[in-house]
Structures are given as structure tokens and as C-alpha cells.
């Protein structure tokens, strides 16, 4: 099983910008489609950004134009640059397959309020 590592989050005021990065102890991460997700307090887990193996992108109605995932396949690092920041994008953010087929970690905190 592939170990996910996120890191990147903070405290940020509305509209700054934070990127995140989520490193994964696979080899074979260049093959997979793979994802952000996020987590707020009482909500449930969300897809928020995809992206295939070939770069193919995708964003959930609320991050778009706003957020943007990229993937670095030599380093098996996954990104996730987040730009006017809302108090309502304040979750965990998480890194997994599109297919959220591998462990998950432990997550990044990212915090946006005044």
C-alpha cells in the first residue's frame, strides 16, 4: 500500500492563496488518476480536484477558477495551489486515488478566517 504524506496547510486570511502537497511512497503513482479531498467539521469528505495520468483536470463547482491540481510524476508528488481562499474552503484536505483506493493520511489543515 502506498503511504500518503500532505503538508502545505496554515491559516490564511480570505482571499490568500496556500499550496498544498501530498507525497506518495509509490512508484507506480505516474499510472493512477488522483484526487483532493477535504473534510470540514460535521460535514463528510468531498472530492474537490481530479486529475488523470495524463493531466486531465477537474474541479468541483466550488474551487473553480479558484484552485488548481498538478502533479509532478518524478517526484510522485501531487499539488494543489488554492487561490481566494473562503472561510468555507477551512476543512482537512486529503490526497488519495480518484478512486480513493489507497490509505489514507493523516491530512493538512488549512484555516481561512480574518
Given at each position: 500500500q502506498a503511504r500518503l504524506?500532505?503538508?502545505g496547510g496554515g491559516w490564511v486570511q480570505p482571499g490568500g492563496s496556500l499550496k498544498l502537497s501530498c507525497a506518495a511512497s509509490r512508484s507506480s503513482f505516474s499510472i493512477y488518476a488522483m484526487a483532493w479531498y477535504r473534510q470540514a467539521p460535521g460535514?463528510?469528505?468531498e472530492s474537490v480536484?481530479?486529475?488523470t495520468s495524463g493531466g486531465i483536470t477537474s474541479y468541483g463547482d466550488s474551487?473553480?477558477?479558484r484552485f488548481t491540481i498538478s502533479r509532478d510524476n518524478?517526484?510522485?508528488?501531487?499539488?494543489l495551489q488554492m487561490n481566494s481562499l473562503k472561510p468555507e474552503d477551512t476543512a482537512v484536505y486529503y490526497c488519495n486515488t480518484a478512486l480513493s483506493g489507497w490509505d489514507w493520511g493523516q491530512g493538512t489543515q488549512v484555516t481561512v478566517s480574518s
Amino acid at each position: 500500500q502506498a503511504r500518503l504524506v500532505e503538508s502545505g496547510g496554515g491559516w490564511v486570511q480570505p482571499g490568500g492563496s496556500l499550496k498544498l502537497s501530498c507525497a506518495a511512497s509509490r512508484s507506480s503513482f505516474s499510472i493512477y488518476a488522483m484526487a483532493w479531498y477535504r473534510q470540514a467539521p460535521g460535514k463528510q469528505r468531498e472530492s474537490v480536484a481530479s486529475i488523470t495520468s495524463g493531466g486531465i483536470t477537474s474541479y468541483g463547482d466550488s474551487v473553480k477558477g479558484r484552485f488548481t491540481i498538478s502533479r509532478d510524476n518524478a517526484k510522485n508528488t501531487l499539488y494543489l495551489q488554492m487561490n481566494s481562499l473562503k472561510p468555507e474552503d477551512t476543512a482537512v484536505y486529503y490526497c488519495n486515488t480518484a478512486l480513493s483506493g489507497w490509505d489514507w493520511g493523516q491530512g493538512t489543515q488549512v484555516t481561512v478566517s480574518s
